[in-house]
C-alpha cells in the first residue's frame, strides 16, 4: 500500500539529531542540509503492509504469545508485558523503498557530509511514516471491537527492543508477505533490507491498555549512549 | 533407462490466445493449508489437493498448468526439504496434465533476499539457486515461467539459468505496481529491453494489483520487445483484516476485457484468482484473434532504473579508464574502486548518458577487475553502462554481472573479433560497438572504413543482432600525424550513416593528439563530427567545452524539445557553488587552504591547492598545509568546539584538495603517500556509513584505503591485506548480531599470520568487547581511528 499523506520532517528537531548540539548550522549548512531533506524525501517511495492477528498465549516451545493464524511465536518477558491484556496485535512493515538505499550509495561516492545527513534524515523520515502507519491502523479499527464500540491500542515495539530477538524479524515479514506485499526482505542475520525499513507490533484491546516499551536499560547503546549522559531519552 | 523428454509442444504467437492459471496460494488456503505453511510442502503432504486444483484449472480452460514451486529458489527454514517439495510439485502437474491434455510450466519466482548491491547476495549465488531448480525440472516440466521478479539483475539471471540447464521455452515476468516500477524502481521499459533483447518466449506482468492497473503498463512493455507479451494479474489486493482479494470472477473478467486491447498472446490470474475466475477469463477470450502492438522504432539501453533512448549527441563518459590516468591505474590496480564510483557521480552529474567502464590495469586480473568496476559504478549510479574492453571472458563476465542492457565496446571487423564478441552480444542481449578496422588494419579511405563497417552489420545480423543496436566507430585519428585523417572519419560516418542506417560512435580526444591548445580542436571536431551524423559521442564530459558543444547541438538540430535543456543549463548560470556549501567554523583571514578546509569549502579548497602546487612542492603541501588544518579540525572535534556535520564537511573540502594533489604526485610516477589500509563492514552487516566516515578520514592523511564493503567474509579480508600488504585493517559492526563475526575476522587474521594491526569501532563496539577479541585498538569514533592509524605507520 502506498501512504496517502506525507508526513515531513521537523527541520530543527532534525539538525539537534544530526550531531549539532545546541548550537545551529551556518547559514550555508543550514541551506544545505534543507537541499539534503528535500532530496531524500523526493527519494523515499514508502510502502507499507499490516495484518491483525490473534494472540494466543501458550508457553509452548518456550514463546511467551503467539501471533494466529500464520504469525510466528514471540518469546521473551517484555513482549509479553507489552502485549498483556491485548486479544490482537497489529503488525507493520515499512519501507523507503530502494530507490533510498541507491541515493544513500550515490553520496556516499561522492561527499561524506551529503551521506551522513541524507541517511540521518532517511532515518528520520522512517520514523515519520511509522506514526503515519500506527495513526492508519488506528483510524481502521475504530470500528471494530464489541458492537463496533471500538478497540484500544498499544504503542508500537518492534524486534529487538528488550528481550525480543531480533530473528523474530525474518518470521514476521514472512508471515506479512513482505517481499511480495512492498518489496521488503530480511538477511541471514536478521537485518531488514531496503535498510530504511521498520517493522512493528501493536496490541489490540477492548479495554484500554498501554503496553510496555522496552526501556532504556534494556537497549544495545546503553553502556555508551551520548544522548543518555546528557539526561535525554530517545522518547 | 533414458527418460524421453517431452515433446514441446508450445507455441506461443498470435495466431491464438493461449491460457495459464490461476492463483495455487489462495486456492491452498481455500482448500485447507494453514496459513503461515509453506505451500510447496503441500506437494509432498497433500498431493491430491495440489493435483485437484491442477485439475480445475485445466477444466476451467487453461492450456498451461504451472506448478507449485513459486518458493523453490527462496531460503527456507531449517530441516524443510525444499527439493523434495519441488520435484513433487513437478510431478503432481505433470501427472495431471498428461492425464487430462495441458502444458506443464515450471514456476519459480525470487529468492526472496535483494541481490548486491542493494542486498548481500551475489548474482552467482542468485544464479546457482535457479540453475538447482532447472535441473530438478528440465526433464518434466513443458517450459519454464519465471515470474514475479522486482529486481531486474534477478531476472536477468534466472532467465540465464534457465536457458543454460534446460531446452525448454522460457516466459518470463515481473511485477510492477501501478505507477509502472517494481519495488526495486525498475521501469516497466527497462524489463523489456533489457530481457526482451535476450529472446524470451515470452515477456509479461503478473501478481500486482488488478487487471485495470496493468493494461497500460503491458501496452507500454510491448512498445519496448519484439517478444510475444502476457498478463498474468492479481484479482486485486488482500484486505489487511479479512485477507480477500476485492474481484470475483465476474469483476476480474469484467476488467481483463480491456487486455485485448494491450497486445497480449497469453493471459491467466494470479493472487486471489480461482478457477471460477480463469473459466470466465478463458470464455472471454477464447475464439478472439489477439492484436499484436507494433514495436516502436529507437535504439535504447537501460540500466535498472532508468531507460537510455539515443536521440542524437549523446554522451559516453570516457573517463572510467585507467589508461593514461595514473592516479585511477594505481588505485584500481590496489582494488581500491573509490575512485572509479566518484567518477562515476561526477560524470553523471556533468551530463554523461552512458558510462564507459574500462579495466585494463596492466598486471591485474581484467575479468575480475572489470567485473568489480561494473558492479562499483551500478551501485552508485543509474546510467547505462558501455563494457571497454578487448577480452571476450572479461566481456563476458562483465555482461553477466551488468543489470540492464549496455553496450560492448567493441569488436572489430576481424573474423575472429566478430566470431567471438557478437555471438555474446545476441545472447545477453547487448549492443556492440564496431570499429572499422579489420586484418588490414584501418582502412585510409572513408570507402575503406565503410566496408568495414558493412562486413561488421552483416555479421551482426547473422547472429541476430538488430540494426539499431550496432554502433559503429569510424575512427578519430590524430590529425597532426595524418594529413586528412579528419575528413576521412567525417566522410565514412556520414557513409555509414546514410547507407547502412545503424548508429554511430566516435572518441573525439585523439584527434589533438600531439597539438597545442587541443581543448579548442576536440571541440571543433566535435561539432563537425556531430553535423556529419554523430549519434554518440565518447568524451570527457566534465569538460565543460565539449558539453557546450553538445548542448548547443541539440539546441541547433532540434532535439532538444523545448529548448528547456539548453535554457535550464545556461541561462543566469553565476557560480552558485560558494553559497551551497556548508561552513565549518570560522577560520578568519588566513592560509587560504587552511581556511578552505576548516569551513568545509570544496571549490575553495581545491582552488587554494591548485595555486600552491603552482610554487610548492606536492608533499608540501600535504605535510604543511593539508595536515595541519586536518589536525586543527580533529582536535576541534576532540574538544567539542566542532560537530561532527562539520567535521564531515572539512573532511570533504581536505579530500577534494588532496585528489588535486595526488594527481600531480600520479603524473610524475610517484604513489604519493599511499600505505594501504583495509577496511570492511564485518560478515552479516550491512551498516556502512561509520565505516565510510573513517574511510574519508583516512583517505584525509593521504592512506590508499581498500574499501571492501559491506557483508564481507574474513576470509575477504585477510585476503585483500596480504595481497596489498596492508599493516592496517579497520573492522565496523553495528549490530550485537554481527560482533561475533568481527571476533572471526581477527581470529581468521591471526590464523593467516598476517603482519597486521586491527582496528575496531561501531555503535555496540566497546572497549571491553575489543580487547575481548583482540582487537588492537578501539576507535570510539572517526576521528580517533585516524589518529590511530597514523600512529601505527609513526606519523
Known amino acids: 500500500m502506498i501512504f496517502e499523506?506525507?508526513?515531513?520532517?521537523?527541520?530543527?528537531?532534525?539538525?539537534?539529531?544530526?550531531?549539532?548540539?545546541?548550537?545551529?548550522?551556518?547559514?550555508?549548512?543550514?541551506?544545505?542540509?534543507?537541499?539534503?531533506?528535500?532530496?531524500?524525501?523526493?527519494?523515499?517511495?514508502?510502502?507499507?503492509?499490516?495484518?491483525?492477528?490473534?494472540?494466543?498465549?501458550?508457553?509452548?516451545?518456550?514463546?511467551?504469545?503467539?501471533?494466529?493464524?500464520?504469525?510466528?511465536?514471540l518469546a521473551g518477558r517484555d513482549i509479553e508485558?507489552?502485549?498483556?491484556?491485548?486479544?490482537?496485535?497489529?503488525?507493520?512493515?515499512?519501507?523507503?523503498?530502494?530507490?533510498?538505499?541507491?541515493?544513500?550509495?550515490?553520496?556516499?561516492?561522492?561527499?561524506?557530509?551529503?551521506?551522513?545527513?541524507?541517511?540521518?534524515?532517511?532515518?528520520?523520515?522512517?520514523?515519520?511514516?511509522?506514526?503515519?502507519?500506527?495513526?492508519?491502523?488506528?483510524?481502521?479499527?475504530?470500528?471494530?471491537?464489541?458492537?463496533?464500540?471500538?478497540?484500544?491500542?498499544?504503542?508500537?515495539?518492534?524486534?529487538?527492543?528488550?528481550?525480543?530477538?531480533?530473528?523474530?524479524?525474518?518470521?514476521?515479514?514472512?508471515?506479512?508477505?513482505?517481499?511480495?506485499?512492498?518489496?521488503?526482505?530480511?538477511?541471514?542475520?536478521?537485518?531488514?533490507?531496503?535498510?530504511?525499513?521498520?517493522?512493528?507490533?501493536?496490541?489490540?484491546?477492548?479495554?484500554p491498555v498501554t503496553g510496555a516499551r522496552a526501556g532504556c536499560e534494556s537497549c544495545a547503546l546503553w553502556e555508551k549512549c551520548e544522548k543518555r549522559k546528557t539526561g535525554e531519552a530517545c522518547e | 533407462?533414458?527418460?524421453?523428454?517431452?515433446?514441446?509442444?508450445?507455441?506461443?504467437?498470435?495466431?491464438?490466445?493461449?491460457?495459464?492459471?490461476?492463483?495455487?496460494?489462495?486456492?491452498?488456503?481455500?482448500?485447507?493449508?494453514?496459513?503461515?505453511?509453506i505451500s510447496e510442502s503441500m506437494n509432498v503432504d497433500h498431493p491430491e489437493i495440489v493435483k485437484g486444483i491442477h485439475s480445475d484449472y485445466i477444466d476451467a480452460g487453461a492450456d498451461i498448468i504451472i506448478t507449485n514451486t513459486f518458493g523453490s529458489a527462496k531460503t527456507v527454514p531449517e530441516g524443510f526439504d525444499m527439493d523434495a517439495a519441488t520435484v513433487a510439485g513437478f510431478k503432481c502437474a505433470r501427472e495431471v496434465a498428461d492425464e487430462k491434455g495441458a502444458l506443464v510450466a515450471l514456476n519459480v519466482g525470487p529468492t526472496g533476499e535483494l541481490l548486491e548491491p542493494g542486498g548481500v547476495m551475489t548474482v552467482d549465488e542468485a544464479y546457482e539457486r535457479f540453475a538447482h531448480v532447472m535441473r530438478l525440472g528440465a526433464d518434466i516440466c513443458d517450459l519454464v515461467l519465471i515470474e514475479t521478479m522486482a529486481d531486474l539483475l534477478e531476472a536477468k539471471t534466472?532467465?540465464?539459468?534457465?536457458?543454460?540447464?534446460?531446452?525448454?521455452?522460457?516466459?518470463?515476468?515481473?511485477?510492477?505496481?501501478?505507477?509502472?516500477?517494481?519495488?526495486?524502481?525498475?521501469?516497466?521499459?527497462?524489463?523489456?529491453?533489457?530481457?526482451?533483447?535476450?529472446?524470451?518466449?515470452?515477456?509479461?506482468?503478473?501478481?500486482?494489483?488488478?487487471?485495470?492497473?496493468?493494461?497500460p503498463l503491458a501496452k507500454r512493455l510491448a512498445a519496448v520487445v519484439d517478444v510475444p507479451v502476457f498478463m498474468k494479474p492479481n484479482a486485486g489486493l488482500p484486505d489487511p483484516i479479512t485477507g480477500e482479494h476485492v474481484l470475483g470472477p465476474e469483476g476480474f473478467a469484467a476488467e481483463m476485457e480491456g487486455a485485448k486491447e494491450a497486445g497480449l498472446c497469453m493471459v491467466g490470474g494470479c493472487c486471489g484468482t480461482s478457477p471460477a475466475h480463469i473459466a470466465l477469463l478463458t470464455a472471454g477470450f477464447r475464439g478472439e484473434v489477439p492484436k499484436p502492438i507494433a514495436k516502436t522504432e529507437g535504439s535504447r539501453l537501460a540500466s535498472s532504473t532508468r531507460v537510455f533512448t539515443a536521440g542524437g549527441a549523446d554522451v559516453t563518459g570516457e573517463r572510467i579508464n585507467p589508461t593514461g590516468n595514473l592516479a585511477l591505474k594505481n588505485s584500481m590496480g590496489k582494488g581500491d574502486l573509490g575512485k572509479v564510483q566518484a567518477l562515476a557521480v561526477e560524470q553523471a552529474s556533468c551530463g554523461a548518458d552512458i558510462l564507459d567502464i574500462n579495466a585494463g590495469v596492466p598486471g591485474a586480473d581484467e575479468k575480475k577487475l572489470l567485473v568489480s568496476a561494473v558492479k562499483a559504478v551500478q551501485a552508485v549510479s543509474d546510467l547505462p553502462v558501455q563494457i571497454d574492453s578487448a577480452d571476450p571472458e572479461a566481456i563476458e563476465a562483465a555482461?553477466?554481472?551488468?543489470?540492464?542492457?549496455?553496450?560492448?565496446?567493441?569488436?572489430?571487423?576481424?573474423?575472429?573479433?566478430?566470431?567471438?564478441?557478437?555471438?555474446?552480444?545476441?545472447?545477453?542481449?547487448?549492443?556492440?560497438?564496431?570499429?572499422?578496422?579489420?586484418?588490414?588494419?584501418?582502412?585510409?579511405?572513408?570507402?575503406?572504413?565503410?566496408?568495414?563497417?558493412?562486413?561488421?552489420?552483416?555479421?551482426?545480423?547473422?547472429?541476430?543482432?538488430?540494426?539499431?543496436?550496432?554502433?559503429?566507430?569510424?575512427?578519430?585519428?590524430?590529425?597532426?600525424?595524418?594529413?586528412?585523417?579528419?575528413?576521412?572519419?567525417?566522410?565514412?560516418?556520414?557513409?555509414?550513416?546514410?547507407?547502412?542506417?545503424?548508429?554511430?560512435?566516435?572518441?573525439?580526444?585523439?584527434?589533438?593528439?600531439?597539438?597545442?591548445?587541443?581543448?579548442?580542436?576536440?571541440?571543433?571536431?566535435?561539432?563537425?563530427?556531430?553535423?556529419?551524423?554523430?549519434?554518440?559521442?565518447?568524451?570527457?564530459?566534465?569538460?565543460?567545452?565539449?558539453?557546450?558543444a553538445i548542448r548547443s547541438f541539440r539546441l541547433l538540430s532540434g532535439t532538444d524539445g523545448e529548448m528547456e535543456a539548453y535554457i535550464e543549463k545556461y541561462a543566469g548560470a553565476e557560480d552558485v557553488a560558494e553559497a551551497r556549501e556548508p561552513g565549518g567554523l570560522s577560520a578568519g583571514e588566513g592560509e587560504p587552504l587552511e581556511s578552505a578546509i576548516l569551513k568545509g569549502l570544496k571549490d575553495a579548497a581545491v582552488e587554494a591547492a591548485r595555486g600552491l602546487l603552482a610554487e610548492t612542492e606536492p608533499l608540501d603541501v600535504i605535510d604543511s598545509h593539508l595536515m595541519p588544518a586536518l589536525d586543527r579540525v580533529g582536535e576541534g572535534y576532540e574538544k567539542g568546539t566542532i560537530y561532527l556535520p562539520q567535521l564531515l564537511s572539512s573532511a570533504g573540502a581536505a579530500q577534494a584538495a588532496f585528489d588535486v594533489v595526488k594527481e600531480v604526485l600520479a603524473a610524475r610516477g610517484e604513489e604519493g603517500g599511499g600505505e594501504p589500509v583495509v577496511i570492511a563492514t564485518v560478515k552479516g552487516d550491512v551498516h556502512d556509513i561509520g565505516k565510510n566516515i573513517v574511510k574519508v578520514l583516512l583517505q584525509n592523511y593521504g592512506f590508499s584505503v581498500i574499501d571492501l564493503g559491506r557483508d564481507v567474509p574474513p576470509e575477504k579480508v585477510v585476503e585483500a591485506a596480504r595481497d596489498s600488504g596492508a599493516r592496517l585493517i579497520g573492522l565496523s559492526a553495528l549490530m550485537t548480531t554481527t560482533l561475533p563475526a568481527m571476533a572471526e575476522t581477527i581470529a581468521a587474521a591471526k590464523e593467516a599470520g598476517l603482519d597486521c594491526k586491527v582496528m575496531v569501532g561501531g555503535a555496540v563496539v566497546t572497549q571491553e568487547y575489543a580487547d575481548s577479541i583482540g582487537a588492537d585498538f578501539y576507535g570510539k569514533d572517526a576521528s580517533s581511528s585516524a589518529q590511530y592509524a597514523r600512529s601505527v605507520f609513526g606519523a
Open chain 1, 5 to 73: 499523506n506525507k508526513p515531513g520532517i521537523d527541520e530543527d528537531v532534525f539538525i539537534h539529531r544530526l550531531g549539532y548540539g545546541d548550537a545551529l548550522p551556518d547559514e550555508a549548512a543550514a541551506k544545505r542540509i534543507a537541499g539534503a531533506l528535500a532530496e531524500v524525501e523526493r527519494a523515499a517511495s514508502p510502502r507499507w503492509v499490516y495484518k491483525v492477528f490473534e494472540v494466543v498465549r501458550s508457553h509452548a516451545r518456550g514463546h511467551a504469545v503467539s501471533l494466529e493464524p500464520g504469525g510466528p511465536g
Open chain 2, 399 to 548: 555482461l553477466r554481472a551488468v543489470n540492464g542492457k549496455p553496450i560492448v565496446n567493441s569488436t572489430t571487423g576481424e573474423k575472429d573479433k566478430l566470431g567471438q564478441i557478437l555471438p555474446l552480444c545476441a545472447k545477453y542481449g547487448a549492443a556492440v560497438v564496431g570499429l572499422t578496422l579489420d586484418e588490414g588494419g584501418i582502412p585510409e579511405t572513408a570507402e575503406g572504413r565503410f566496408a568495414v563497417a558493412e562486413k561488421i552489420c552483416d555479421a551482426a545480423a547473422m547472429h541476430g543482432i538488430p540494426k539499431e543496436d550496432i554502433y559503429i566507430d569510424c575512427l578519430t585519428l590524430a590529425a597532426g600525424a595524418v594529413q586528412g585523417a579528419a575528413t576521412a572519419t567525417l566522410e565514412a560516418l556520414r557513409l555509414v550513416k546514410e547507407r547502412l542506417g545503424v548508429r554511430t560512435v566516435l572518441g573525439v580526444s585523439n584527434i589533438s593528439f600531439g597539438l597545442p591548445n587541443r581543448a579548442l580542436l576536440n571541440r571543433q571536431f566535435l561539432t563537425l563530427a556531430l553535423g556529419a551524423g554523430l549519434d554518440l559521442a565518447i568524451v570527457n564530459p566534465s569538460e565543460p567545452g565539449l558539453m557546450e
Open chain 2, 1 to 37: 533407462m533414458q527418460k524421453e523428454k517431452p515433446v514441446n509442444k508450445l507455441r506461443l504467437d498470435y495466431g491464438k490466445y493461449t491460457f495459464l492459471d490461476g492463483a495455487m496460494g489462495t486456492q491452498l488456503l481455500a482448500r485447507g493449508m494453514k496459513a503461515g505453511v
Open chain 1, 81 to 207: 508485558r507489552h502485549l498483556e491484556g491485548c486479544t490482537g496485535a497489529a503488525v507493520f512493515a515499512l519501507t523507503l523503498g530502494a530507490g533510498m538505499d541507491a541515493h544513500l550509495r550515490r553520496l556516499s561516492a561522492a561527499d561524506p557530509f551529503d551521506a551522513v545527513v541524507a541517511d540521518t534524515a532517511a532515518s528520520e523520515l522512517a520514523e515519520c511514516y511509522a506514526d503515519e502507519a500506527e495513526r492508519l491502523i488506528k483510524e481502521r479499527l475504530a470500528g471494530e471491537g464489541p458492537g463496533g464500540s471500538g478497540v484500544y491500542l498499544t504503542g508500537r515495539y518492534s524486534p529487538g527492543y528488550g528481550d525480543l530477538d531480533l530473528s523474530v524479524q525474518n518470521k514476521l515479514v514472512r508471515a506479512l508477505d513482505g517481499a511480495r506485499a512492498i518489496g521488503l526482505t530480511v538477511t541471514d542475520s536478521h537485518i531488514m533490507l531496503p535498510r530504511k525499513s521498520i517493522t512493528a507490533i501493536i496490541g489490540v484491546s477492548d479495554h
Open chain 2, 158 to 215: 534466472a532467465f540465464l539459468a534457465a536457458r543454460e540447464h534446460t531446452d525448454l521455452p522460457v516466459v518470463i515476468s515481473m511485477t510492477f505496481e501501478e505507477n509502472g516500477r517494481t519495488f526495486a524502481g525498475v521501469p516497466v521499459e527497462a524489463f523489456g529491453i533489457t530481457i526482451g533483447a535476450m529472446r524470451p518466449d515470452a515477456i509479461g506482468l503478473n501478481c500486482s494489483a488488478g487487471p485495470v492497473g496493468m493494461i
